[in-house]
């Protein structure tokens, strides 16, 4: 293995293809871009601004890109799924190492402080910065914080699942009676005056759907981070 | 003052970045390519996107690097 040439070869294509992305965004900015691209993201503000969300990136993670959010959830639940195949047999001979004092007491300090952000992340995604998504990770560090510190700790696997079914299930209601009510999918059906706006509750369905984002991507990282942790490789 | 900022962050991502490649042991390489996370946060936060830099701070410079080191410790495992 030459480390040094593949080093040398991964610099060169990388400032090549830099190079290229460069002349290309300048090229797109100077001349040929078309009017309609040049708006659409003023577009997006525009009917943020009907939606009563007081952060505009929600209304466009959730409200108009709520479909591509599925299906990133969906891959997050395979690749838990993958890690849950690869990692299948509980491991016997897993070598207890006793964590240190200093390990378990800090844990027990922050793992409440650590589920309340994640918490707080994830109900206040429309209003501040954050989200289902980054609540949910945090809340599996929390966990990731209690695995490491205390060996005998466990999440209970039927106790996750349940919570993961019923949020994956739970979105593809809403998002179904959005289009049986208003005629597309995520569709904003539950009242949300323009008035509300900044208000815990306001927005219509977008704070529920980043709650149900937030559960199951939370359920989806703990697991993930458990079999990693506790489970060996079959050989 | 700024700008200092934002030329220092650059800097320190392409360093850290590079160093990551060329660290020999991987425990350390995975610890710097989360400098290049940490980097990224700043920049992120300065250019006005704090969910971006919130995002990144918890997946890219968080959660990820302790998958992959856990996924190390697999690997030295089954060797």
Request: glycine share 10%.
């Amino acid at each position: 293995m030459n480390l040094k040439r593949d080093v040398a070869v991964q610099t060169y294509s990388g400032l090549g293809l830099s190079a290229l992305l460069a002349i290309t965004i300048l090229n797109i900015m100077l001349h040929n871009m078309p009017q309609s691209v040049k708006r659409a993201g003023e577009k997006l503000l525009e009917i943020n601004s009907q939606d009563g969300v007081a952060n505009a990136v929600t209304t466009v993670v959730v409200y108009f890109r709520g479909f591509d959010t599925l299906g990133e959830i969906a891959v997050l639940f395979i690749a838990s799924l993958g890690i849950g195949l690869v990692l299948s047999s509980h491991s016997e001979h897993h070598h207890k190492v006793e964590s240190s004092f200093i390990l378990k007491t800090a844990s027990k300090l922050l793992f409440p402080i650590i589920i309340l952000f994640g918490i707080y992340v994830m109900v206040y995604g429309h209003l501040s910065p954050g989200g289902g998504f980054q609540g949910g990770v945090i809340v599996a560090s929390a966990f990731l914080l209690l695995l490491i510190s205390h060996q005998d700790f466990e999440l209970s696997h039927s106790v996750i699942s349940a919570f993961e079914t019923l949020a994956g299930v739970s979105y593809v209601i809403i998002g179904l009676m959005g289009l049986w009510i208003l005629d597309n999918f995520l569709g904003n059906f539950i009242p949300h005056d323009i008035s509300q706006m900044g208000m815990l509750v306001s927005g219509g369905i977008i704070p529920l759907i980043y709650i149900i984002v937030g559960i199951k991507v939370g359920s989806e990282m703990s697991m993930i981070v458990q079999n990693l942790l506790k489970r060996s490789d079959n050989e | 003052m700024i700008g200092i900022v934002i030329l220092g962050s650059f800097i320190a991502i392409i360093i850290v970045a590079f160093a990551s490649i060329v660290e020999k042991r991987l425990a350390d390489s995975i610890v710097l390519s989360m400098g290049v996370g940490l980097g990224s946060v700043v920049l992120f936060f300065i250019f006005q996107a704090p969910d971006v830099a919130l995002t990144e701070a918890v997946i890219g410079a968080g959660i990820s690097s302790v998958i992959f080191l856990m996924a190390l410790k697999h690997l030295k495992a089954s060797r």
